[in-house]
């Protein structure tokens, strides 16, 4: 069951609950106390830039034209002497930016490691909805990627698959079906 929190009061339930996190003290959502106000992107650092613009714009999303950086301002910012970038912006269909897709020319990487499990610690995948999962899934498939398992029908609600695409990024694509309730 899904719980969401609307105007200080848990859905479903009519208690009051005030924002305090586990440990009692005030949240963010607390107007005096500073916090995150709104998601920006995900940076995703990758080797092969083409490859993976490729499978995002597969997906329906709109990549931006690739742009280089470099200067001590970026290194500044995550911790790398020398760096030098190459990145794409990614949007979703609404306009707003969701990937930050980079590529580094310098420093290097060193060695590739295989894709972790699914079930390894960490950031694992970003799910988005889609209008028609089969479809995607066989754009998916016959562009030369696969599924992680296979298409579940989750409780008559979502159609759910995760893809994996370029370099072991895992897209968990799901799709609202109309016998769901609400």
């Known amino acids: 069951m899904e719980v969401r929190a609307i105007a200080g009061r848990t859905a479903g339930t009519g208690s009051d609950q005030s924002a305090k996190n586990p440990a009692g003290e005030a949240s963010s ?12 992107h995900i940076g995703l650092v ?25 200067g001590e301002w970026i290194g500044r910012i995550i911790g790398l002497e020398n760096a030098t970038v190459e990145l794409v912006m990614v949007r979703g269909p609404d306009g707003s930016d969701v990937f930050e897709v980079v590529r580094f020319h310098s420093p290097s990487a060193g060695a590739q490691e295989p894709a972790p499990a699914a079930n390894r ?3 694992r995948h ?11 899934v066989d754009r998916v498939r016959e562009a030369g990627w696969a599924t992680v398992g296979e298409v579940v029908d989750y409780e008559s609600t979502y159609l759910l698959c995760y893809v994996r695409g370029p370099e072991g990024l895992i897209v968990e694509l799901a799709q609202r079906l109309d016998r769901a309730p609400g």
Do not use: I, M, N, W
């Not at 607390?30 to 920006?40: E, L």
């Not at 490859?51 to 470099?70: A, I, N």
């Not at 970003?126 to 995607?136: E, I, K, P, S």
């Open 29 to 40: 959502t607390d107007s005096h106390r500073p916090g995150v106000t709104s998601f920006v």
């Open 126 to 136: 970003v799910c988005f909805q889609v209008d028609d999962l089969r479809a995607v």
């Open 46 to 70: 990758v080797e092969d830039l083409d490859e993976t613009v490729r499978f995002l714009t597969l997906l329906g999303f709109d990549c931006g034209k690739p742009g280089v950086f470099s």
């Open 121 to 123: 610690p960490g950031l």
